[in-house]
Each structure stands twice: as C-alpha cells, then as structure tokens.
Antibody, heavy 118, light 106 residues
Framework: QITLKESGPTLVKPTQTLTLTCSFS??????????VGWIRQPPGEALEWLAL???????RYSPSLKTRLTITKDTSKNQVVLTLTNMDPVDTATYFC??????????WGQGTLVTVSS | IQLTQSPSFLSASVGDRVTITCRAS??????LAWYQQQPGKAPRLLIY???SLQNGVSSRFSGSGSATEFTLTISSLQPEDSATYYC?????????FGGGTKVEIK
C-alpha cells in the first residue's frame, strides 16, 4: 500500500523560503520508473503542477516557477523535498505530493495548507 | 500544452448520464488522465491513458478520446459523485491540468 504525507510550515512570511517534505512508504524511489511530483491548489482554484523527480534523479519543473523551485530526494529516508524561494501571498495554497508517472498520479498525500502572510 | 474543460459547472440528477469534455491545445495521443476531487480531499485518479479505469474505481466512470478531444462519462450519476473533476495531460512537461468541472447533484 502506497502512502504519502506532506509536512512543513503552515505559515510563512513574504520573501521567505518554503521547504516541504513528502514522506512516503510502499514504494522505493530507487526503483526504475518511480517518480514523485508536487502539485498545489490555491483556495477555491484549480490544480497546478509544480515539479517531478524520477528514480534516476531526473528533475522537471513548471516553467513559470522554475527559477524559484528545487526538488530533491533522499532515497534512504523515503523522502522528497520541495523548496520554493521568495514566497508571496499568491503562493498561498494547499501543496500536495503524489506518486506516479506517465500513467498519472495514482496516489496522493492529504495535502498541507501553506499561508503566506506577514 | 493547454487543457480546456467544459462545462466548468454542471448540475444533474441521480441516475443521469454525465459527460465532461477536455480539449488539448495540441495533440497528446492518449496521454491523458482524469481525477476526481471531493471537497477538502486530495484528488483521486479515475482514468489513465485516456480510457483505462484505475483499480478500484467504479465502472460507471469511463473515458474516451485521443489527440485533442477527450471525454469523461459517468453513466449513472450517484450522490457520492458530487465533486470537481480534472483532466491532466502527460504527453510533455509541464504536466498541465484542466481548469476543472464541478458536478453538483440536483
């Protein structure tokens, strides 16, 4: 059974860096084909794809956020970390991590709401 | 690649057949997935590869289409189907989502 869970701050100030951790079980990110992605959803709005990291450390980013995003993995800890620099109130959203690949995101974490406010 | 869903909102009765459309700005073959998101919950994968039913998903959900036009059909709407539905293309990065279709039960 695959499970994922996001953790990190619920409140960050403008200009700060957000660091979120996705802790997972039920699969290994060292297995060929495995991938973990991050998606966010501002309150009342649609889903926005952010980033994806593959088992071979290939990384892909949303072009609109590429200069601010970094995704990394720690295979030994079964964790994926997302950092987003220079936070702004428009980055207020629920952030999800999910397992998947070319067939879609088949298992999602519960999400974590991050509010950006001074 | 941009995805346009229609309608953005629909209201239907229990037992109705419901169809949601997703149009891609360029051809994506069958690299399309559909998700259901109930209020306050994470999205759930319903359909992958445009028409393949994810394990554990009710057979009243079905998907079809290729290239630029896709549909998600609920054959007989049930109360628990009240949710927002999203399509996502997996042909090329960034892996964009559609704007969503909110389904309300009358």
């Amino acid at each position: 059974q695959i499970t994922l869970k996001e953790s990190g701050p619920t409140l960050v100030k403008p200009t700060q860096t957000l660091t979120l951790t996705c802790s997972f079980s039920g699969f290994s990110l060292s297995t060929t084909g495995a991938a973990v992605g991050w998606i966010r959803q501002p309150p009342g709005e649609a889903l926005e794809w952010l980033a994806l990291i593959y088992w071979d450390d290939d990384k892909r980013y949303s072009p609109s956020l590429k200069t601010r995003l970094t995704i990394t993995k720690d295979t030994s800890k079964n964790q994926v970390v997302l950092t987003l620099t220079n936070m702004d109130p428009v980055d207020t959203a629920t952030y999800f991590c999910a397992h998947g690949g070319v067939s879609g995101l088949d298992n999602w974490g519960q999400g974590t709401l991050v509010t950006v406010s001074s | 690649i941009q995805l346009t869903q229609s309608p953005s909102f629909l209201s239907a009765s229990v037992g109705d057949r419901v169809t949601i459309t997703c149009r891609a700005s360029q051809g994506i073959s069958t690299y399309l997935a559909w998700y259901q998101q109930q209020p306050g919950k994470a999205p759930r994968l319903l359909i992958y590869a445009a028409s393949s039913l994810q394990n554990g998903v009710s057979s009243r959900f079905s998907g079809s289409g290729s290239a630029t036009e896709f549909t998600l059909t609920i054959s007989s709407l049930q109360p628990e189907d009240s949710a927002t539905y999203y399509c996502q293309q997996l042909k090329s990065f960034p892996l964009t989502f559609g704007g969503g279709t909110k389904v309300e039960i009358k």
